[in-house]
């Protein structure tokens, strides 16, 4: 069974920093796309950011650029959403993501999401 565990959320002031991680269980996903996404009440699901394999460089939604950082370490199957520098426009719930197919690229088609881990940044 395929399972996508978030962790990593908290309370931060702006201008901080978390790390996010996604560890991801019964699947190896050395070629295969995973997303970040975030969500806040009231609000559409907006895609942060995104890796593969297949991509040259990862995807960043513009209002991160240059502020969060994915990354992958494929020996312990987990994908981290380093987070800095922390606005509170930032604050929302975040959700890992996993397209399957071999060979995904960003934006991935994805079959697979975690439960979600709360980021709050507070003036």
């Known amino acids: 069974e395929v399972q996508l565990q978030a962790s990593g959320g908290g309370l931060v002031q702006a201008g901080g920093s978390l790390r996010l991680s996604c560890a991801v269980s019964?699947?190896?996903?050395?070629?295969?796309?995973i997303g970040w996404f975030r969500q806040t009440p009231g609000k559409e699901r907006e895609g942060v950011s995104c890796?593969?394999?297949?991509?040259?460089?990862?995807y960043y939604t513009n209002a991160v650029k240059g502020r969060f950082t994915i990354s992958s370490d494929n020996a312990k199957n987990t994908v981290y959403l380093q987070m800095n520098s922390l606005k509170l426009e930032d604050t929302a719930v975040y959700y890992c993501?996993?397209?399957?197919?071999?060979?995904?690229?960003?934006?991935?088609?994805?079959?697979?999401w975690g439960q979600g881990t709360l980021v709050t940044v507070s003036s």
């Open positions: 993501a996993l397209d399957s197919r071999y060979g995904s690229s960003c934006p991935g088609g994805y079959d697979y």
């Open positions: 019964g699947f190896t996903f050395d070629d295969s796309a």
């Open positions: 890796i593969s394999r297949r991509d040259g460089s990862p």
